[in-house]
């Protein structure tokens, strides 16, 4: 009888441990599983972030290189906006740099549409964005390396839009009281360069690109 009694308590223990053995195992198993199965996992929910935040600032680029340049500031008319006096971009911040640093409060929102765009969609919400004008050299190709900043707010990781602004050998400075043609002003200060001839019609074929976090 005593044996009996034993064995039946041994083989209720081994159960309950079995069982409870099974328990954790699910319980692992159930966890692990639902890791795997976050919608936010993996980053799938920040790249569709970035892929708005960049398609946004590329319609921003679009509007504003469509905009007329006599009243609404475009593209071309912000990259001529330059100062051969003071050899920086008109008003720009005291960073001795010549860029715009600061965008709500800065000629760059005043005056240009894109500066409005990117001020009432991304500063309000708490982004930063560089704003790099990349010209391309005598061979055709974008020189990176001496590129020129219109807006510098840091560095970080980002996203990226671009649109190519196209410059001609009749088009002039556009800041207040310059009226030199670029080849000219290239001459004393104005940070882009030819990349054609003098007798060519284009000047340079100039890159913006934003960058912005």
């Known amino acids: 009888m ?7 308590r ?9 069982i409870s ?13 639902s890791v795997v199965i976050t919608p936010t996992t993996g980053g799938l929910a920040d790249r569709t972030v970035e892929a708005q935040v960049q398609q946004e600032t590329q319609d921003a680029l679009m509007i504003a290189a469509t905009a007329d340049e006599e009243d609404g500031s475009n593209l071309s008319k912000m990259i001529r ?13 005291d960073s001795g740099q010549g860029y715009y640093q600061s965008s709500n409060d800065s000629a760059f929102y005043d005056e240009f549409v894109l500066g409005n765009i990117m001020v009432d ?3 309000s919400s708490g982004m930063s964005y560089n704003i790099e004008l990349v010209a391309q050299n005598e ?3 974008f020189d990176d390396e001496n590129s020129t900043y219109l807006v510098y707010q840091g560095e970080s990781e980002s996203v990226t839009a671009s649109y190519t602004v196209t410059l001609y050998e009749s088009d002039t400075l556009t800041a207040p009281d310059e009226d030199d043609e670029l080849r000219e002003a290239y001459d004393d200060n104005y940070p882009i360069p030819p990349a054609t001839e003098e007798d060519s019609e284009v000047y340079n ?5 934003i960058s912005i976090w």
């Open 2 to 8: 005593r044996d009996n009694t034993t064995t039946d």
């Open 10 to 18: 041994g083989q209720a223990y081994t159960l309950e441990g079995f």
């Open 21 to 33: 053995a099974m328990i954790v195992l699910m319980a692992l198993l159930f966890a692990l599983q």
């Open 81 to 93: 906006y330059w100062d051969i006096g003071d050899g920086e971009f008109r008003d720009s911040d």
């Open 121 to 123: 969609r991304f500063t």
């Open 139 to 141: 061979s055709g190709e």
């Open 205 to 209: 074929v100039v890159e913006v690109r």
